[in-house]
């Protein structure tokens, strides 16, 4: 059985940094993918990053680049976001999910593509 557990979220103030982690386990984490999603109360889920193991390819969302960082330890069957200069509207709670295929940079945004969610971590950042 497949399972993912976020952790690391937490409440930080405007230009804090925090790093969430996702544990995988029940599937080989030598050839995967792994994304993080947000959902803040009232608007849709969005996605916010993704990590491929087919070549180590990253994607992140627009509203995150130069401020988010993921990565993977293979050891630790865990991917990691890492999250500097958060913003208020960074505010959410946070969703790691694994897909059953593969993903590209056309599909890796698509919540339709993810087979396996965890049950969320959430992200408040205080103005």
């Known amino acids: 059985e497949v399972q993912l557990v976020e952790s690391g979220g937490g409440l930080v103030q405007a230009g804090g940094s925090l790093r969430l982690s996702c544990a995988a386990s029940?599937?080989?984490?030598?050839?995967?993918?792994i994304g993080w999603f947000r959902q803040a109360p009232g608007k849709e889920r969005e996605a916010v990053s993704c990590?491929?193991?087919?070549?180590?390819?990253?994607y992140y969302a627009d509203s995150v680049k130069g401020r988010f960082t993921i990565s993977s330890d293979i050891a630790k069957n865990t991917v990691y976001l890492q999250m500097h200069s958060l913003k208020p509207e960074d505010t959410a709670v946070y969703y790691c999910?694994?897909?059953?295929?593969?993903?590209?940079?056309?599909?890796?945004?698509?919540?339709?593509?993810?087979?396996?969610w965890g049950q969320g971590t959430q992200v408040t950042v205080s103005s």
């Open positions: 990590f491929s193991s087919t070549d180590s390819s990253t």
């Open positions: 999910a694994a897909p059953i295929g593969w993903l590209d940079d056309s599909t890796w945004y698509d919540a339709e593509e993810y087979d396996y």
């Open positions: 029940g599937f080989t984490f030598d050839d995967y993918a």
